[in-house]
């Protein structure tokens, strides 16, 4: 489209530099990907891939019913469902493969923070880093969607937990984040001392992966 205004292709966000600096338009990361949904069709429990914000915009039907854990809760969550799922055991960060269901009962019996909002035909929904959401469809409708990053973002996208198991996951390069946003760090991360911690878990500090 050629529009330039409220087009969440054209968002001019700083993930626009994944294609700039190394010519890569990932889907819906990068690049927005058109969704359709019908009645009761479903979005298990995720972040996104690298940890950015996320903005969803419904073009034309029914509403679609979210369900989201601040990511101040993110931690926490994952370290119940690490015990609600045997499959746990084998994939560290399992939750990646965003094949995962929970009812918002159980988390409430077991103490974990969410939210949830209705969002209807010609509204957006943002997600931040590291917020944990899941939803279903109310009946058919069409949505857009993409993933975007402020500045803030490097630090989670440096320190985010990635899936092991499969070749197909989306990674991004941060080397050009982490010169444009933290110079000051760059060659700290580039030998492996960028000793910190992730921004929504004080608890453990660790090297920023390369």
């Given at each position: 489209?050629?529009?330039?205004?409220?087009?969440?292709?054209?968002?001019?966000?700083?993930?626009?530099?994944?294609?700039?600096?190394?010519?890569?338009?990932?889907?819906?990361?990068?690049?927005?990907?058109?969704?359709?949904?019908?009645?009761?069709?479903?979005?298990?429990?995720?972040?996104?891939?690298?940890?950015?914000?996320?903005?969803?915009?419904?073009?034309?039907?029914?509403?679609?019913?979210?369900?989201?854990?601040?990511?101040?809760?993110?931690?926490?969550?994952?370290?119940?469902?690490?015990?609600?799922?045997?499959d746990s055991k084998i994939w560290s960060a399992f939750l990646r493969h965003k094949m995962?269901?929970?009812?918002?009962?159980?988390?409430?019996?077991?103490?974990i923070k969410f939210d949830k909002i209705t969002q209807e035909s010609g509204e957006f929904?943002?997600?931040?880093?590291?917020?944990?959401?899941?939803?279903?469809?109310?009946?058919?409708?069409?949505?857009?969607?993409?993933?975007?990053?402020?500045?803030?973002?490097?630090e989670y996208g440096k320190r985010t937990r990635l899936c092991k198991c499969r070749s197909?996951?989306?990674?991004?390069?941060?080397?050009?984040?982490?010169?444009?946003?933290?110079?000051?760090?760059?060659?700290?991360?580039?030998?492996?001392?960028?000793?910190?911690?992730?921004?929504?878990?004080?608890?453990?500090?660790?090297?920023?992966?390369?």
């Amino acid at each position: 489209m050629d529009v330039n205004i409220w087009n969440i292709n054209k968002l001019d966000i700083i993930l626009d530099f994944v294609e700039r600096d190394y010519g890569m338009r990932i889907d819906g990361v990068n690049s927005s990907y058109l969704y359709f949904g019908v009645w009761k069709t479903t979005f298990p429990w995720h972040t996104e891939n690298m940890d950015p914000y996320s903005i969803n915009y419904i073009h034309y039907g029914s509403p679609k019913s979210w369900y989201a854990i601040p990511p101040s809760h993110g931690r926490r969550f994952e370290i119940f469902a690490s015990s609600y799922f045997q499959d746990s055991k084998i994939w560290s960060a399992f939750l990646r493969h965003k094949m995962y269901l929970m009812s918002p009962t159980i988390l409430k019996t077991n103490g974990i923070k969410f939210d949830k909002i209705t969002q209807e035909s010609g509204e957006f929904i943002i997600t931040f880093p590291y917020g944990y959401h899941s939803g279903y469809n109310n009946g058919f409708n069409i949505a857009e969607s993409a993933n975007f990053a402020l500045p803030r973002w490097v630090e989670y996208g440096k320190r985010t937990r990635l899936c092991k198991c499969r070749s197909d996951i989306i990674k991004i390069d941060m080397t050009t984040f982490i010169k444009k946003f933290q110079p000051e760090k760059f060659d700290l991360w580039k030998s492996g001392r960028d000793v910190g911690c992730h921004p929504e878990d004080p608890t453990r500090k660790f090297s920023a992966p390369l």
